[in-house]
Every structure is written in C-alpha cells, then in structure tokens.
C-alpha cells in the first residue's frame, strides 16, 4: 500500500453476519491498494463485531467502529461520508459482493474522466439463496453532459443493475450534496442532487453483485430502517419530491438552468398523479388511524 490513501471504503453494518465475512474478503482482495476500509456498526446484536475485529487485526487498512445504539441505517450512510478525509469514496453494503478489480475500474474511469463526479460498473443480481441473475435492463442517461438529462433519469426509482450508489464518488462532489435524508427513497434524491454536479461514468461490465430480497417490506417499515425509529406516516414519493426541490434551490447559479430542473420534477408530478395521490390518501388514513388508537 502506498503512503498516500486515495479511497476510503464505507461500509455500514448492522446484524449482518450472515453475509459479512464474504463481503470483507472481497474488498481486501481488491487489485487496487490504496485504500482504507472503516467500518460503522451500528448496534448489532449478532456475531458482527467479533468478525469486524477480526479483519481489523488481520488487515491494518480495516478500521472498525461500534456505535452502542442503533441510529438507523441513514445515520450510519451519511457518518461514513462525513468523516472520509480522502479524494474518493465509496459505500460497500454488507451483503453486496466486489469483483477483485472493481475498484482499480472505477478509480481508472474517473481519472480519465475529470468532469465525472462518480464511476460504477453494472451489476448482477443475487437472491437470499445465493443464486445470481442477469439484467438485461435499458441504461440510465446518467453520463450525459446535459444536466437536465441527467437530474431527470433520477428522478424514478433505479433499476438495481444502475449501481451508481455504491460506485467510487469524488469527495469533494459528495460533501456538496446533503446525503441521505430520513425518508425511504432517499437514496435515490441522494443520486438526483449528485448529477447536478457532473456526469456519472458507467463501466458496461458486470464487477459487482448485488443481493435482492423480495419486496416485503411497507413503506413505514421501510422508514423504521433508515431512521431507527418508527414512523407513522411514510409519503415516501412526496418526501423525494420535496428533497429534490430542496437539491435544486440550494445548487449554485453556474451549474445550468435551474428553471428547466423545476419543470422536469413538474412533468413527473403530472405524468403519476396518481401514485402521489394514493400515496397521499394512505398517508391520511393511516394518521387518523393512528389518533384514533391513541390513549385518552
């Protein structure tokens, strides 16, 4: 490992020991060396610990840090960004699998490409048994240098193959943005206000894996993970939407025209009123709901 650290590798962690010995190896058998794995626990109760301790003896590049209470998954997100004092960044989930050169790829796309602020390669897909998928899904105009372009392809859901969330992103693009909100989707406002700033390169290689469970959970369940606290209302599609306003009012002037950024989160309104509308109804019912179960 050379003495100058380029890239600090986040990986959030919570109960994750089923998975978690496999994802560690992969990132220390990266071919790219200059790098610093930190580690934030945020409260596991299972065997998480003691197999982070035991890289972290193993491998001086592995930091490993435990948090005694759980502050939801979106806390543990943002503290890693917050505290990477590299010229590059990247989360790894505990369940999610690197091919040995996906960092070196990433690192090399950004370095030839100065104007991008985040480099990812394709991924596939895994399920809770371990057997891996293809995707044959349209890519995302994501690398484009018109940034209306770009800030539209992120306004609707990702499909899982457009890894651009856990690529190597530059810093100094990351700490413009204002990360994770407390809010499902979150992640994907994340992207939307990161395109503002530069392209994203994607590598049309397949050097990453990641592990897709059923879509089970509700959407208040989902906002209990991010958060660490239940929620009673989740306004998922609303909250996004207020987010990305938010991202554009805050850019500064030069970035490019602001008025036709407003005007494409206005025609994605327009054009699924009726999911802001249902997910408007949900949320009022399930708040009168809840006054209703209140004590006297």
């Not at 945020?42 to 193993?58: H, K, L, P, Q, Y």
């Amino acid at each position: 490992m050379s003495t100058r650290i380029a890239l600090t590798v986040g990986v959030p962690a919570f109960n994750g020991q089923r998975f978690l010995s496999d994802v560690l190896r992969s990132i220390a058998n990266q071919t790219y060396r200059d790098f610093v794995v930190r580690i934030s626990d945020n409260g596991s109760t299972d065997a998480t610990r003691e197999i982070c301790e035991e890289f972290a003896r193993r491998d001086p590049r592995f930091q490993y840090t435990r948090h005694d209470v759980n502050r939801g998954a979106v806390w543990n997100f943002n503290e890693l960004a917050r505290t990477a004092d590299t010229p590059l960044f990247a989360w790894h989930a505990i369940d999610d699998v690197a091919s040995p050169n996906y960092f070196e790829t990433c690192v090399a796309a950004l370095e030839s490409r100065p104007d991008a602020v985040v480099a990812y390669t394709r991924s596939g897909l895994l399920d809770e048994t371990g057997s891996q998928s293809r995707t044959n899904q349209p890519r995302l105009p994501l690398d484009s240098p018109n940034i209306v372009t770009r800030f539209t392809a992120c306004l609707s859901p990702m499909p899982y193959a457009e890894n651009a969330l856990y690529g190597v992103i530059r810093t100094d693009a990351l700490r413009r943005t204002r990360l994770f909100g407390t809010f499902g989707g979150s992640d994907r406002a994340f992207l939307a206000e990161l395109s503002l700033y530069g392209p994203f390169v994607r590598i049309d290689r397949e050097l990453y894996v990641r592990r897709q469970y059923p879509a089970t959970k509700s959407a208040t369940a989902v906002n209990e993970y991010n958060t660490g606290r239940r929620s009673r209302v989740a306004l998922r599609e609303w909250r996004t939407l207020a987010w990305n306003c938010g991202s554009v009012w805050r850019a500064p002037s030069n970035i490019g025209p602001h008025f036709s950024l407003y005007a494409a989160m206005l025609r994605r309104l327009s054009r699924e009123w009726r999911l802001y509308a249902a997910e408007l109804a949900i949320g009022c019912r399930s708040f009168i709901s809840s006054l209703r179960t209140q004590p006297l």
